[in-house]
């Protein structure tokens, strides 16, 4: 249990594990879901297209059929690959959108002050709308309209860590908003919106807001996560792809599988 703590504490220890496990389990999804006889029938031809147009380059029409033929093989290679692709990209898109939520953000630091921002249907209602804050969290800043954009930003401020609740009111209504106060990795939902179910599996982790709300999405400006490794700065997802393309590669290779 302390090394699995220790993993999730660490967003660069958790990428490493998810991308070794998720590389693992692609290149087994994809040995048996697809046809490796087949695939390795066209891969073969392939390279014999590929080495009759080196071997007979000074022969014209024998490098025009070899590239014709080149074109089918790629073809059907790809028909073959793309079923068990299919297979393993869908679910790797939705645990991407949903890791996002904890590796793509980090909490607001404790001290620091942050901005919540709310998106009214029109600029008249940004004038009624008002916040209700616990006690841990304070007003450090006027609130600043803007019109054209129909929305009205907030700078707020948490002493400490914490999950808190901040509800944007307007009239008798009041629409609340989590806020993540920590300095250690968290789930995260960045916005609140009365988006499609569609759209907010994308975006938000919260309850749609209501449709007849005049408050159409509240958002908190929490900073953007970067992982250093191999003395680059990058974005969780970009290392996830790369990585879990190498241990895939090498998981291929000792298990002796098609692809």
Do not use: C
């Amino acid at each position: 249990m302390a090394s699995v703590a220790l993993i999730f504490a660490s967003p660069l220890a958790l990428v490493i594990f998810l991308s070794v496990v998720i590389g693992f389990a692609m290149v087994v999804l994809f040995r048996y879901t697809s046809d490796q006889k087949a695939i390795h029938v066209a891969k073969d031809q392939l390279k014999a297209h590929l080495l009759a147009v080196r071997l007979f380059q000074d022969q014209l029409p024998v490098v025009l059929r070899s590239y014709g033929r080149i074109v089918r093989g790629t073809g059907v290679y790809l028909r073959l690959a793309f079923k068990p692709l299919l297979l393993v990209i869908i679910p790797i898109t939705l645990l991407i959108v949903q890791l996002d939520r904890y590796l793509g953000w980090t909490p607001v630091p404790p001290s620091e002050s942050f901005l919540l921002k709310a998106r009214a249907k029109d600029p008249a209602a940004l004038d009624r709308l008002s916040l209700q804050l616990p006690p841990e969290v304070n007003l450090s800043a006027p609130a600043v309209h803007i019109p054209e954009e129909n929305e009205i930003v907030w700078r707020l401020l948490a002493e400490k860590k914490g999950t808190y609740k901040i509800g944007v009111q307007s009239g008798d209504q009041s629409f609340s908003k989590q806020v993540v106060v920590s300095p250690f990795p968290q789930w995260i939902s960045t916005t609140r919106s009365q988006a499609p179910y569609w759209e907010r599996f994308f975006t938000s982790g919260e309850p749609a807001i209501p449709a007849a709300s005049p408050v159409q999405t509240i958002e908190v400006n929490y900073p953007a996560r970067s992982i250093a490794f191999a003395w680059l700065e990058w974005n969780w997802i970009v290392l996830f792809f790369i990585l879990s393309l190498v241990a895939g590669f090498i998981f291929k290779s000792i298990l002796g599988i098609e692809i």
